[in-house]
């Protein structure tokens, strides 16, 4: 780039910034949600991918719970950590959500809850379990409540052993969630006689103590990368054949070959001795689809295979363990996790 | 003083970086408008980045079956002939994520429009090269939300 157009570029951006009303203007609540949050919780906060944000789950929270849930998010729940937005871009969310549900926020003290775990457990489980699970990590399939397809419930359980969850909610607030109950999400109340607050306050520490379990996703190693290259032994129509046939033996379904330049370039200029073989097994991904909607981003499974000016070939192959790790999913992660256990098997036939 | 302008430059270009960059390893936006709609205005955005579209896969047929209500789910293939062929040689490694693919996602009459980040890829990929290339990548598609983003916020329906 030339200096002149350094100058320029330079100018107008300082011309930028050194408009005060740039400057000075405060975060838009609106507009930060529709970017950041209304593709999962939707524009009005129905709840998509991501939980309702409807008046009667924020009236029962305190902002503070807000702020802290945009800034952890929730890890292996698909929810990201908002942890590069500024205080005061956060804070714009919390009072946009606040104004356009005209709720107000409740109030918490920080006082701990002081209770018997022991008991909470046993109480857990004969009132919390069938919808939070053994391990509070919530029931059923996926993340959140629904995209473009049927659930059960408006919310699906909350995942209150979440570490997300466990550092944004105060005792208090747990504890008025169980007294109160939260009859969108389909959770009674266990207040007003069915519990004594004695009992409540054992689920509570019962509740805290899923802190100290650890999540169970496996972590990468320091040297994993997102795709695996494998030299082939053979050359590029036979390697073709072995995959395919490797393939087939896994059941999966294969679909027609795609070279990687195609629709790219014009048919005479293409390159075929690049190709994806491109499958997948219909159940597994729909299977998939379930947990984790958004996997037409990756989705097909795809080994590329090239030929290179040497004449060696390569075989391409995604990391699942990798990929998966991206969607901050721990059932998409588990699931992918033995997929690439049979990746690997194929890739070991097809170069044996 | 060319080096300084360009530090300079990239200070304030930090500034003004776009809310969706703070976004995690997906960018994602709803557009309010039907998908048949948003995939036309996403198509023309697309090529006026200057890529071409590849393929448009359908993903829909036999979805019912397994529950979804929708039956409109197409993912995008794009990206640009050179790019490709001159990254495929020199990285094989980043063919599996060649072409970029977006998925389009119908939930009533909203759609979700979903990719993955570019710069997911740029841990792995410390050269110079790559960065900027992923980078470029990233901020191709952030321009291509926010104008489908505009341009359906000002569709009007068919007579108004």
Same mark, same amino acid.
């Given at each position: 780039?030339?200096?002149?157009?350094?100058?320029?570029?330079?100018?107008?951006?300082?011309?930028?910034?050194?408009?005060?009303? #740039?400057?000075?203007?405060?975060?838009?609540?609106?507009?930060?949600? /529709?970017?950041?949050?209304?593709?999962?919780?939707?524009?009005?906060?129905?709840?998509?991918? %991501?939980l309702?944000?409807?008046?009667a789950k924020?009236s029962d929270v305190s902002?503070?719970y807000?702020?802290?849930?945009?800034?952890?998010?929730?890890?292996?729940?698909?929810?990201?950590?908002?942890?590069?937005?500024?205080?005061?871009?956060?804070?714009?969310?919390?009072?946009?959500?606040?104004?356009?549900?005209?709720?107000?926020?409740r109030t918490f003290t920080d006082e701990p809850v002081v209770g018997d775990a022991a008991n909470g457990e046993k109480l857990y489980t004969e009132n919390c379990v069938k919808c939070h699970g053994e391990d509070g990590s919530g029931e059923?399939?996926?993340?959140?409540?629904?995209?473009?397809?049927?659930?059960?419930f #408006?919310v699906m359980p909350a995942s209150i052993s979440n570490?997300?969850f466990l550092?944004s909610a105060s005792d208090q607030m747990i504890k008025q969630v169980i007294i109160n109950g939260r009859r969108l999400s389909g959770m009674p109340s266990f207040g007003h006689d069915r519990l004594q607050e004695s009992e409540i306050n054992d689920l509570v520490a019962y509740v805290r103590s899923f802190e /100290?379990?650890?999540?169970?996703?496996?972590?990468?190693?320091?040297?994993?990368?997102?795709?695996?290259?494998?030299?082939?032994?053979?050359?590029?129509?036979?390697?073709?054949?072995?995959?395919?046939?490797?393939?087939? %033996?896994?059941?999966?379904?294969?679909?027609?070959?795609?070279?990687?330049?195609?629709?790219?370039?014009? /048919? &005479?200029?293409?390159?075929?001795?690049?190709? %994806?073989?491109?499958?997948?097994?219909?159940?597994?991904?729909?299977?998939?689809?379930?947990?984790?909607?958004?996997?037409?981003?990756?989705?097909?499974?795809?080994?590329?295979? #090239?030929?290179?000016?040497?004449?060696?070939?390569?075989?391409?192959?995604?990391?699942?363990?990798?990929?998966?790790?991206?969607?901050?999913?721990?059932?998409?992660? %588990?699931?992918?996790?033995?997929?690439? /256990?049979? &990746?690997?098997?194929?890739?070991?036939?097809?170069?044996? | 003083?060319?080096?300084?302008?360009?530090?300079?430059?990239?200070?304030?270009?930090?500034?003004?970086?776009?809310?969706?960059?703070?976004?995690?390893?997906?960018?994602?936006?709803?557009?309010?408008?039907?998908?048949?709609?948003?995939?036309?205005?996403?198509? +023309?955005?697309?090529?006026? $980045?200057?890529?071409?579209?590849? $393929?448009?896969?359908?993903?829909?047929?036999?979805?019912?079956?397994?529950?979804?209500?929708?039956?409109?789910?197409?993912?995008?293939?794009?990206?640009?002939?050179?790019?490709?062929? $001159?990254?495929?040689?020199?990285?094989?490694?980043?063919?599996?994520?060649?072409?970029?693919?977006?998925?389009?996602?119908?939930?009533?009459? +909203?759609?979700?429009?979903?990719?993955?980040?570019? +710069?997911?890829?740029?841990?792995?990929?410390?050269?110079?090269?790559?960065?900027?290339?992923?980078?470029?990548? $990233?901020?191709?598609?952030?321009?291509?939300?926010?104008?489908?983003?505009?341009?359906?916020?000002?569709?009007?329906?068919?007579?108004?």
């Amino acid at each position: 780039m030339s200096l002149r157009r350094y100058l320029v570029l330079a100018g107008a951006l300082l011309s930028g910034i050194g408009s005060p009303a #740039l400057l000075l203007a405060a975060p838009n609540g609106q507009a930060l949600y /529709e970017e950041h949050c209304s593709a999962c919780h939707q524009m009005e906060g129905q709840g998509g991918i %991501g939980l309702p944000l409807m008046n009667a789950k924020l009236s029962d929270v305190s902002d503070l719970y807000l702020r802290k849930t945009i800034r952890l998010g929730r890890p292996g729940r698909v929810m990201p950590a908002f942890q590069k937005m500024s205080d005061a871009q956060v804070d714009a969310i919390v009072k946009f959500l606040r104004d356009s549900s005209g709720t107000v926020a409740r109030t918490f003290t920080d006082e701990p809850v002081v209770g018997d775990a022991a008991n909470g457990e046993k109480l857990y489980t004969e009132n919390c379990v069938k919808c939070h699970g053994e391990d509070g990590s919530g029931e059923g399939e996926g993340t959140g409540v629904t995209l473009s397809r049927e659930r059960t419930f #408006l919310v699906m359980p909350a995942s209150i052993s979440n570490s997300g969850f466990l550092a944004s909610a105060s005792d208090q607030m747990i504890k008025q969630v169980i007294i109160n109950g939260r009859r969108l999400s389909g959770m009674p109340s266990f207040g007003h006689d069915r519990l004594q607050e004695s009992e409540i306050n054992d689920l509570v520490a019962y509740v805290r103590s899923f802190e /100290e379990q650890e999540r169970q996703v496996e972590a990468l190693d320091e040297d994993e990368r997102p795709t695996h290259v494998y030299e082939s032994p053979y050359d590029f129509d036979t390697t073709v054949s072995n995959v395919k046939a490797a393939l087939t %033996g896994a059941n999966f379904r294969i679909f027609p070959d795609r070279y990687i330049e195609q629709g790219l370039v014009d /048919e &005479f200029s293409m390159n075929t001795r690049q190709v %994806g073989v491109r499958f997948c097994n219909f159940n597994v991904m729909y299977g998939m689809l379930k947990i984790e909607p958004r996997l037409g981003t990756v989705l097909p499974c795809r080994i590329s295979i #090239l030929e290179r000016k040497d004449g060696s070939v390569l075989l391409v192959v995604p990391n699942l363990r990798v990929v998966s790790r991206w969607f901050n999913n721990d059932e998409l992660v %588990g699931l992918w996790d033995r997929m690439e /256990e049979t &990746f690997t098997e194929i890739v070991d036939e097809v170069t044996l | 003083m060319i080096r300084r302008l360009s530090f300079v430059c990239l200070l304030l270009g930090a500034l003004f970086i776009p809310a969706i960059a703070q976004a995690d390893n997906m960018l994602m936006g709803r557009m309010p408008l039907r998908a048949e709609i948003v995939l036309e205005y996403l198509k +023309e955005s697309i090529e006026e $980045h200057g890529y071409t579209i590849a $393929h448009l896969q359908l993903c829909d047929g036999g979805m019912k079956d397994f529950g979804y209500k929708s039956d409109f789910y197409r993912v995008v293939f794009f990206g640009k002939a050179d790019e490709v062929r $001159h990254l495929t040689e020199k990285y094989p490694e980043i063919v599996s994520y060649l072409p970029l693919k977006m998925a389009v996602i119908a939930e009533k009459d +909203e759609t979700l429009l979903a990719i993955m980040n570019p +710069e997911a890829l740029a841990p792995y990929f410390p050269g110079q090269e790559m960065q900027i290339q992923l980078g470029r990548w $990233h901020s191709d598609l952030v321009s291509i939300f926010d104008e489908v983003r505009r341009e359906t916020a000002q569709h009007k329906p068919i007579g108004q």
